[in-house]
């Protein structure tokens, strides 16, 4: 049993909401031939780009929402749920934004480790669903070196876009 | 043709739409506008536009267009870097309910500075700016994807031998 679970190939879900989040994960993903495994797993919140996203592999929809709006959130939490308890990726790698911070924190308390790269739209301090992911994230990636250094635990690799 | 969207980001931006299509319509824009108006609700009545439309076709559009016009996303941002195209953004502010936070704000003076973009902080600014798109070469960008990838990468090796 213990050698089978170690043979499973690694289970990557990849994410990010419609927009420059989408847009710097596709270009991440670009770049991507030396990861373990392909993403087996595409999650964004906009119908629009399924189909788009579709051609890679399976893709979840959970909708757009952002703090000012309580209704929507509760509705992409939920789907959040759903999916973690589904699917029971073992990474998610995701560019943000709120959204995927939710489907980062039902992953992470089903076993997921978590790589957040905050947006290159956060110029002089961290996104706020980044600021929380980074309190559970295994391994978080800033775009701009000065936040890196302001920042514990706040990596700075390089800027996907 | 210009181009003018306002991103997919669910909170409207009804701001640049206005001053868009009033600037339009006194003919103070020298081309034609078509615009993607996302979930902004005024409606333009001196130019074409769609609420909105397909990735493909969106792609389509903002190739075709000679210049653009946008919120300061990155998206939009990094789309007309990569083809080259000249664009102007006016950033989406806290205190109008156009974000939920002044990041844009941020974006747009960081990538004008770095000579990226066009940035118009009013709707004054904002006809000047369009009217100079004809004239303006976007500066190049340095992106490092790869090593931020290679970086991820040696994090997932890591998990996979760690199982």
């Known amino acids: 049993m213990r050698k089978r679970k170690k043979h499973r190939p690694l289970r990557i879900c990849v994410g990010a909401s419609a927009g420059g989040h989408m847009n710097q994960l596709l270009k991440l993903l670009e770049a991507s031939e030396s990861w373990p495994e392909k993403p087996y797993l595409y999650v964004t919140t906009l119908e629009a780009l399924a189909a788009k996203i579709a051609e890679k592999g399976q893709v979840y929809v959970i909708g757009e929402c952002n703090r000012r709006q309580p209704v929507n959130a509760i509705r992409v939490l939920a789907r959040c749920f759903k999916i973690a308890v589904r699917e029971r990726p073992d990474v998610i790698v995701t560019t943000g934004s709120l959204p995927l911070a939710m489907l980062c924190f039902w992953a992470a308390l089903f076993g997921a480790r978590i790589v957040w790269i905050d947006s290159i739209a956060n110029v002089e301090r961290l996104s706020m669903s980044g600021a929380f992911v980074r309190t559970f994230a295994d391994l978080f990636l800033t775009q701009w070196p000065e936040l890196a250094r302001r920042y514990k635990n706040v990596e700075y690799a390089g800027a996907i876009v | ?163």
């Open chain 2, 1 to 163: 043709m210009i181009f003018l969207t306002v991103g997919t980001y669910p909170l409207q931006f009804n701001r640049l739409i206005k001053a868009v299509d009033a600037a339009v319509g006194c003919n103070l824009i020298d081309a034609e506008v078509f615009a993607q108006t996302g979930l902004s609700d005024f409606r333009p009545e001196h130019m074409n536009f769609v609420e909105l439309m397909d990735k493909a076709e969106f792609d389509c559009c903002f190739e075709e267009a000679s210049g653009i016009v946008s919120h300061a996303g990155m998206g939009t941002i990094t789309m007309a870097l990569d083809l080259g195209k000249p664009l102007v953004v006016m950033p989406r502010l806290k205190r109008l309910n156009e974000h939920v936070n002044d990041h844009q704000l941020a974006t747009a003076r960081k990538f004008e500075a770095l000579g990226h973009v066009m940035a118009a902080y009013d709707e004054t600014q904002l006809v000047h700016r369009i009217n100079a798109l004809g004239a303006f070469r976007p500066a190049k960008r340095n992106t490092q994807a790869q090593a931020v990838s290679d970086r991820i990468s040696k994090f997932l090796n890591q998990v996979q031998k760690n199982r």
